[in-house]
């Protein structure tokens, strides 16, 4: 079966904590995607990644940070510096370049609680 | 001003009724307009896109985009249970980077 996967579910952290969010897709897309979704906010893009080895910052980038070694793999690292880390996230992945439309695929999300 | 609004809801329906989701922009730079269903805890689910401006027609669904207004609809004909859901819409200028509205809860109702 063609899809992403995120893991895990659920997942809790103590307060000054980093932690890493995975995100895996075998659809062959090129770019990855993470999106914060909070109560009444909609989604809002964290990072993005086009091509291997190069990311850029979405609209709430700050306390955060990704990597993106291989084409499959797109992981969030949620640092202490996130001052409202609690919510949930949801990676994404779509074709790109392409001239038309590219949809983005979208993971079961992981929900993060800080305690 | 946010650059997308959407009505957050929620919106409760019997079944059978025809619902009207609606968002508005600023952009006027958006070509791709889009609208996502999620489900509880569930990750965002294409629902359908549109090109520039006009309608499409899926089934009991229908998209309408007008740029002149800065207005986009997603109608739902013939409701059902299973349509009870989360509806997003989102709009970009190239596909790849998407605004997202709040998100508008509908609950159909047997």
């Known amino acids: 079966d063609g899809g992403i996967t995120q893991s895990p579910k659920y997942l809790f952290r103590k307060e000054g904590q980093n932690v890493t969010l995975s995100c895996e897709q075998n659809l062959n897309h090129d770019a990855m995607y993470w999106y914060r979704q909070d109560p009444g906010q909609g989604l809002r893009l964290i990072y993005y990644s086009q091509i291997v080895n190069d990311f850029q910052k979405g609209d709430i980038a700050e306390g955060y940070s990704v990597s993106r070694e291989k084409k499959e793999s797109f992981p969030l690292t949620v640092t202490s510096a996130q001052k409202n880390p609690t919510a949930f996230y949801l990676c994404?992945?779509?074709?790109f370049g392409t001239g038309g439309f590219n949809e983005q695929f979208f993971g079961p999300g992981t929900r993060l609680t800080v305690l | 001003q946010k650059e997308v609004e959407q009505d957050p809801g929620p919106l409760s329906v019997p079944e059978g009724a025809i619902v009207s989701l609606n968002c508005t922009y600023s952009?006027?730079?958006?070509?791709?307009f889009m609208w996502y269903r999620q489900y509880s805890r569930k990750g965002p689910e294409l629902l359908m896109y549109t090109y520039s401006s006009g309608n499409k027609e899926d089934g009991r669904f229908t998209a309408q985009v007008d740029k002149s207004s800065k207005y986009i609809s997603l109608f739902i004909r013939d409701s059902q249970p299973s349509d009870s859901a989360t509806y997003l819409c989102?709009?970009?200028?190239?596909?790849?980077?998407?605004?997202f509205g709040t998100g508008t809860r509908l609950q159909v109702f047997p």
């Open positions: 989102a709009m970009s200028e190239d596909t790849d980077k998407l605004i």
């Open positions: 994404a992945s779509s074709r």
């Open positions: 952009n006027s730079a958006f070509q791709y």
